[in-house]
């Protein structure tokens, strides 16, 4: 049992040390990673720009039908006002007419 003890705390230690050291990064490996993150940069800043030129393309939509609903609206009210002063005239006409 002590053996086992033993071996096992050797161990232990043993793979300890072996964790302990790291294995130093390559030039080229640095430089792969460099030009990966730089590439992953890029990309996002890409992504992002195209975020915002849709964005803004979208705010620009919603402002455009904001003012053509606005132009409608007053289109409506105008025409609604002129068949209301249509009729009321109609009716001016008649009540003179009946009077005479």
């Given at each position: 049992m002590n053996k086992i003890i033993a071996t096992?705390?050797?161990g232990l230690f043993a793979?300890?040390?072996f964790a302990a050291q790291t294995t130093p990064a390559t030039?080229?490996?640095s430089k792969v990673v460099k030009a990966d993150a730089k590439e992953t940069?890029?990309?996002v800043k890409a992504d992002?720009?195209?975020e915002k030129k849709t964005a803004e393309a979208n705010a620009d939509v919603a402002v455009a039908k904001a003012d053509a609903d606005k132009t409608?609206?007053?289109a409506?009210?105008?025409a609604t006002k002129a068949?209301?002063?249509a009729k009321a005239t109609e009716a001016k006409k008649e009540v003179d007419a009946a009077a005479k």
């Open positions: 096992l705390i050797a793979t300890s040390v030039t080229a490996d940069k890029a990309v992002a720009k195209l409608k609206a007053k409506h009210k105008k068949k209301v002063d």
